[in-house]
């Protein structure tokens, strides 16, 4: 673990390199330590609800009767 200096890095382990506290980095370079705004979070909006469409009921068309051959006659007769 060493540090490099003026950098403003350090060694933290193998492959792994962090910055020093903000504070201590910026008063190195001469500049005296701005505090950082705190990021306002952004509320999650709420997902609606999708409605479900209702499936139209088809009518069922009534089946014609079919006319027995005694009932053809008298159709026949009545004309």
Do not use: Q
């Amino acid at each position: 673990m060493g540090k490099v200096e003026g950098g403003g890095w350090r060694w933290v382990g193998v492959g792994m390199l962090t910055t020093p506290p903000r504070g201590a980095f910026l008063s190195r370079l001469g500049i005296p330590e701005v505090k950082k705004k705190k990021k306002k979070k952004k509320k999650k909006k709420k997902k609606k609800k999708k409605k479900k469409k209702k499936k139209k009921k088809k009518k069922k068309k009534k089946k014609k009767k079919k006319k027995t051959h005694e009932e053809k006659k008298d159709v026949k007769k009545n004309k």
